[in-house]
């Protein structure tokens, strides 16, 4: 089993940062190797890949439309994905979902269907 809470939504104006954690609770000894994905849902969109690391090298990959403006990170002590949000732009404003599963190894997926563990959620809101 692994639970997933995100932390650090709010609102924030455009241009400014902001940073999400997902902490995971988990009874798994495999937690180490797998796969925690940032996704975000704005109203009336689907659900959309954000940025993902691999636990066990560190690998990340990050959607083409935060590329240069977030990063994703991971604290092993803590078993904390962290996700830096800069240069926010209005277009960001979303609920951010923290997905976690074990992929095959290197496989950071960007589809929402592969991965079995999902934190509640966490607004952030961007304005102008």
């Known amino acids: 089993q692994v639970q997933l809470v995100e932390s650090g939504g709010g609102l924030v104006q455009a241009g400014g940062s902001m940073r999400l954690s997902c902490v995971a609770s988990?009874?798994?000894?495999?937690?180490?190797?797998?796969?925690v994905a940032w996704f975000r849902q704005a109203p009336g969109k689907e659900r959309e890949f954000v940025a993902g690391?691999?636990?066990?090298?560190?690998?990340?990959h990050e959607a083409d439309s935060v590329k240069g403006r977030f990063t994703i990170s991971r604290d092993a002590a803590s078993n904390t994905v962290k996700l830096q949000m800069n240069s926010l732009k209005l277009e960001d404003t979303a609920v951010y979902y923290c997905?976690?599963?074990?992929?095959?190894?290197?496989?950071?997926?960007?589809?929402?269907?592969?991965?079995?563990?999902w934190g509640q959620g966490t607004q952030v809101t961007v304005s102008s």
């Open positions: 997905a976690a599963d074990l992929l095959r190894v290197g496989v950071i997926s960007t589809s929402a269907l592969v991965y079995g563990y």
């Open positions: 690391i691999q636990l066990s090298t560190g690998s990340t």
């Open positions: 988990s009874s798994v000894r495999t937690y180490s190797s797998y796969t």
